[in-house]
């Protein structure tokens, strides 16, 4: 299976979150000095600790960070203090060390106790800032994406009732193998996005790379990541890519 030349792999994670941080920057200065300011989604989970963490080490990058809108393309269904968080994740690694304006962290209320509500309340909230008519979607400057060993990406897993959602921007979605709902964009918000971003990182992803890069038409739901006018960029390291090599 040979990769195509969206897909940039790293002999090492270093080297990956590196790169990543480089992107982020770049389309955050580019966004802010196009229309005032750069809108994220960030993905969850551990692999955007490494992003986070160069990110936050390397004030030489000059991320704009007061005119950055931040927000989570999915969440666990948890308070935003506890262990598996990735808002906590988040404001462990980045929020609470760069100069980010309070106002502009757009958090999941992924602490209430219907997880439908939670994705109710994001998606007004995703309307309101994004000025955004009932049909529309919001075009994110950049959604920032992980997956995981069986192909998920965000809270889209296999199997799930999410995956088929076309008019939804953020919903609850039942997760059976994990016992849990998880709150998660849509296909439609992530592939209105300008740009895509996704990082995988470690020999347990490779299998799924395959899948994803494979010649079968279906695939593991971030093989349904194709934004419709925007970038999609993958950035692995050589574990994740396993045998495929790079174009
Ligand atoms: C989450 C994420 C999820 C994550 C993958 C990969 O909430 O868990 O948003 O989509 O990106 O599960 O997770 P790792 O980076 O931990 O492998």
């Known amino acids: 299976m040979v990769l195509p030349s969206n897909v940039s792999v790293f002999s090492s994670t270093a080297e990956l979150f590196q790169a990543s941080a480089q992107t982020f920057a770049e389309l955050a200065k580019t966004a802010v000095a196009a229309h005032g300011s750069f809108s994220v989604a960030l993905s969850g989970g551990s692999t955007p600790k490494g992003l986070f963490s160069v990110l936050a080490d390397s004030p030489a990058l000059n991320v704009p960070w007061q005119n950055v809108l931040f927000f989570w393309g999915d969440e666990r269904h948890v308070p935003p203090d506890h262990a598996d968080s990735n808002f906590r994740m988040t404001q462990e690694s980045l929020l609470s060390k760069v100069p980010v304006r309070a106002e502009n962290v757009h958090r999941i209320k992924s602490e209430w106790s219907h997880a439908d509500a939670a994705a109710r309340d994001y998606e007004q909230e995703l309307r309101s800032v994004f000025s955004l008519g009932d049909q529309a979607f919001p075009r994110f400057d950049l959604v920032l994406l992980g997956m995981g060993a069986?192909?998920?990406?965000?809270?889209?897993?296999?199997?799930?009732?999410?995956?088929?959602?076309?008019?939804?921007?953020?919903?609850?979605?039942?997760?059976?193998?994990l016992k849990t709902f998880r709150i998660t964009f849509t296909f439609p918000v992530i592939n209105a996005a300008a740009w895509v971003m996704f990082l995988a990182a470690g020999a347990d992803k490779a299998e799924?790379?395959?899948?994803?890069?494979?010649?079968?038409?279906?695939?593991?739901?971030?093989?349904?990541?194709?934004?419709?006018?925007?970038?999609?960029?993958?950035?692995?390291?050589?574990?994740?890519?396993?045998?495929?090599a790079v174009v």
Do not use: C
């Not at 990406?153 to 939804?168: D, I, K």
């Not at 010649?215 to 390291?237: C, E, F, H, I, Q």
């Open 150 to 177: 069986d192909g998920h990406t965000a809270s889209l897993f296999p199997g799930t009732q999410a995956l088929t959602e076309t008019r939804r921007l953020v919903v609850a979605n039942w997760v059976e193998k």
């Open 208 to 244: 799924a790379i395959g899948r994803v890069f494979g010649n079968s038409n279906d695939g593991p739901p971030a093989k349904m990541v194709r934004p419709v006018d925007g970038r999609l960029v993958w950035l692995l390291d050589r574990s994740a890519a396993g045998t495929a």
